[in-house]
């Protein structure tokens, strides 16, 4: 890498870790940490991926989130931090093309509405999003996002499809039935895949277990 990219990734970095300052430690900085980490994993499999373009957009994809926090989910952080990230990076000097392409990722980082990830930086980024939210790490973030809303270790009792989100009910097996097992399906490159299949099969024997443990079975 060029003294430039060099310079903007540690600018990016020093951004993004003070825009996370007020988060919760769910989905602050150790989260992006652990991004741009599995993120660096999956572009080393693939030939094409430009490693600049995904460090600098996994440091920055969720600069916005104490956006979406402070207007209580009205505000989506794909979106608003797509546009905060882009004029930083031309503030910072990168290119115009390149600071787009970085715009691009982060916007489609959630799949959600018509942000599809459809180049492979984009496709890199959304995986290592995805994995952070499974296998031990998506576990320990599940409880520890419980905790942080005030919910229960475990609640046999609650209608996991109807429990209400970020509420009380919102315990960490709530999260795993509806959203965590389903995560492995959506990776979108082969070393996601591989990652994910490996973290799911540990997810799915500890809420097993622990499903068991409640009721006194093990
Ligand atoms: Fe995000
Ligand atoms: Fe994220």
Redesign the pocket.
Known sequence: MNQLEQEIISAAATFAKDRMSRLHSS?GWD??ER?VALAAKIAATEKKADPFIIQVAALL??IARIDEVDSTGIQCHAERGSSIAYEFLLQCGLEEKRAHHIRNCILS?RYRNEHVPDTIEAKVLYDA?KL?SIGAVGIGRAFLFSGEVGARLHNPDIDVSLAEAYGKEDTAYREYIVKLRHVSDKMLTDEGKRIAHERHRFMVDFFNRLQDEVKGLS
């Open positions: 989905h989260h992006v991004v994809h969720d980082h999003d952070d």
